[in-house]
């Protein structure tokens, strides 16, 4: 079994960086007392974040079947 938890391509505003999975993408955000998600969130802000990967298989690969898991 492959694993493809690393190497994965992470975006937000400002920021483009090479991560190993999992990630907290709220590390790169300011904590604020007046978030409004307030203690809730850890007093985060939240954003938009982008996770991408190009994962390429060889035809043995296939034959044998193909599952991705998320947790």
Do not use: Q
């Not at 400002?14 to 991560?19: A, H, K, W, Y």
């Not at 790169?28 to 190009?54: D, L, V, W």
């Amino acid at each position: 079994m492959k694993k493809i938890n690393e190497n994965w391509l992470f975006e937000t505003t400002g920021t483009t960086e090479i991560v190993d999975l999992p990630h907290d993408a709220m590390l790169h955000e300011r904590r604020s007392a007046f978030c409004p998600g307030g203690a809730n969130s850890g007093f985060f802000p939240g954003g938009k974040y982008s996770y991408s990967k190009t994962i390429t298989l060889t035809k043995e690969d296939c034959s044998k079947g193909v599952y991705l898991f998320y947790e």
